[in-house]
């Protein structure tokens, strides 16, 4: 068997080729260029260049043909206009995971595929395996034997077809151990650092990046305060209705994250135990057939987040100094303050506490909501600031992708399943409700930053069976 395998110049592809060299296939390396442009990035130059010379090191060392193919031109419009337009919007997409569908098993795939491959292989840490179910072949996806270095969020929108033609040949192997492989073979890449930032970018100052494109306009930075929650409609809306939804109807819903310090991620189900459905920790604190008799309408609702607008500003003139020169002032609000000002609404994103440059405070202060239209960021002091966190949210159902095809979700039906919302994130436990109007993510615990434009990921045990863009 002919495989291609795309060779970066990391560590991770130069084991993944020296193992499928070692098994015996007819392997050979092509390298992709990806990003020309420099603006942005905080090395100041793009490191394409040294990554192509320490990968053809490596195939020189493991002995295997090399080529170099030019996607540059899809990469700039199926990920990088891709990006621009959702920061526009106020969302905040991942770069990583459109990468991967549209560039390395798409375009890169079909540049393998044309020089006689015919399989793709990559670097990646997740494992897949094939099987029949009734009578008709389905690939899966797992999660990576190495719970520090799963990246199968990454490859969260892959299509059966894509898959089919996919290998990941270090999936079961710990980073360490793909070190010492490194080393032990001489491998040019062995001690080479991974790379950070946006997948063939590299790192950037992200508003300079931005700014290639968007424009930078002045705006208003408000500060939310607690009382706020206290009076509005749709907090208690949220509130009073995850409360009636709980098993336990005396019982008030949490509306703020919760830090455990023991890792759910690395919990596995509970054969035959129903209340650990899907690998999730325990039992669902919601009682599923309150769930499914709450009507689409309010579900929506119930995923809707936080709107500020209400919160205004009067001004009034008071006598200031020696002379009682008249100043104008806003009033005191107390559900709000202008506390700064920023560059432009869509360079931040929802949970982000770094480039506020707001000081005065205890505690740090995060974004809890963006108003792209009048230019307004809202923030929250604390990681408890009721703002910063949410239970439900929803995914339209033109963007519910299914891994597994074979087992999608019919109206009405609800599912346990492990969900993440961002790489790295420990998968935490939830039920998935698919209505009429979207398929709606209910967690067990409120989660920090969900933001609209993130991949929400779903896992039943360690076998990752589909995905969906967050759309509110």
Known sequence: ????????????????????????????????????????TLHGDCEWEEDRFVAEMVARKIGIPFY????????????????????SKGRTPNPDVLCNREIKFDAFMKSALALGADMVATGHYCRKDTIEENGKTVHRIFAGTDPNKDQSYFLCQLSQEQLSKALFPIGDIDKPQVR???????????????SQGICFVGKVDLPVFLQQKLKSV?????????????????????????????KDSGKEANMITSYISEDKATVRSIKGDASHEGGCF?????????????GDEDFRKLATPMSYEDIKFETEVYRSGKKHIKKTRYKENPFGKIVGEHDGAQFYTIGQRK???????????????????????????????????RSCTMVA??????IREDIPM??????????????????????????????FILFDEPQRGITPGQFAVWYNDDEMVGSGVISI
């Not at 010492?180 to 991974?194: F, G």
């Not at 325990?282 to 709450?294: A, N, Q, R, V, W």
């Open 1 to 40: 068997m002919k495989v291609c395998i795309g060779l970066s110049g990391g560590v991770d592809s130069s084991v993944a080729a020296l193992l499928l060299k070692q098994q015996g296939y007819d392997v050979f390396a092509m390298f992709m260029q990806n990003w020309h442009d420099t603006e942005g």
């Open 68 to 87: 170099f193919v030019d996607l540059s031109k899809e990469y700039r419009k199926r990920v990088v206009d891709y990006m621009f337009d959702e920061y």
């Open 180 to 194: 010492v492989l490194a080393k032990e073979a001489d491998l040019p890449s062995a001690e080479k650092k991974d």
């Open 218 to 246: 002045k705006g208003e930075v408000i500060e939310v305060f607690d009382p706020f929650y206290e009076k509005n409609e749709h907090y208690i809306f949220l509130r009073d209705t995850l409360s009636s939804l709980l």
């Open 282 to 294: 325990g039992e669902c604190p919601f009682d599923t057939e309150k769930i499914k008799s709450l």
């Open 355 to 389: 480039g506020l440059n707001i000081g005065g405070h205890k505690d740090s202060i995060f974004v809890i909501a963006t108003d792209i239209e009048k230019n307004i960021i809202y923030v929250g002091e604390g990681h408890t600031h009721k703002g910063l966190s």
């Open 397 to 402: 159902n033109e963007d519910v992708h299914w």
């Open 410 to 439: 019919t109206i009405g039906e609800t599912r346990r399943y492990r969900v993440r919302i961002r790489y790295r994130q420990p998968l935490q436990d939830a039920t998935l409700i698919q209505r009429e109007n979207g398929l």
